[in-house]
């Protein structure tokens, strides 16, 4: 096996926006910055094409997954559910609900690394089968989870409350600890966990806020809150995407065939073994 230095290759799916009337594919610049040098990636922005999308030959030529927060919300005929009353329509995406969740599917069957935030965490749960609150301040017992509006961005992304991390999981192993704080800038949340989904994280007021995919062959991580804000001021957050790069690294050593080391190693030609990280 040959060894290399090339970056893996993480798509973002993007959403379908009308920006002035003309239709946009579009992600947001933390995200790639998070793929880019949280995980050490290569950045790859997946079109919306809705149907018009292969998953196959999507996963093909990436290494890992990264499905973003948004301003849309998953459509709840996709859970079972009609849109509420009081929910605004203009928050529906359906191109990228057509591109996500058979591409969500595909990812964890085909063992490809996928991490999921915020819209992105409430995807994988549909797409495994499960449903969500849509408005989850009106929901008995729980929390107003959405940030306040009029605030700057800088204190609508600061810690908002704690989270328990479940013993022995991924992210308390990441984390040091079964404690950890985190940001809050969400309306919806998950109303029914889906099938196989191993819950990492609650809210004080219960709510799920991380789950693992428990049949998937590969590396899965689903956040209802935004680690990719200013990630490298925040100690958790850059080991969630460093474990998410390693994972992507070990998916292109497979598909390529090469064995792939992190950015800034260098290795013995011929034992393959690491000499030095800078």
Known sequence: MTTSKSRPIVGIPADFRLLDQHPFHCIGHKYVRAVTAGADALALLIPALGVDSDPEEILAAV????????????????????????????????????????????????????????????????????????????VAGMADHRDPDGIPLDQAYGPAHPIALTPGGLLARLAGSTVAQVNSLHGQGVDRLGAGLVVEARAPDGLIEAYTVDHAPGFTLALQWHPEWKFEDNAFSKAIFAEFGRACRQRQSARTGRTVYPAGTTSDSRSGKILEQT
Do not use: W
Request: charged share 20%.
């Open 63 to 138: 290494d890992g997954i990264l499905f973003t927060g948004s301003p849309s919300n998953v459509e709840p005929i996709h859970y079972g559910a009609t849109l509420s009353a009081e929910h605004l329509a203009d928050k529906r995406d359906p191109m990228r609900d057509a591109t996500t969740l058979p591409l969500i599917r595909a990812a964890i069957a085909a063992g490809v690394p996928i991490i999921g935030i915020c819209r992105g965490f409430q995807e994988i749960n549909v797409a495994c089968g499960g449903s969500l609150h849509q408005e989850v301040h009106k």
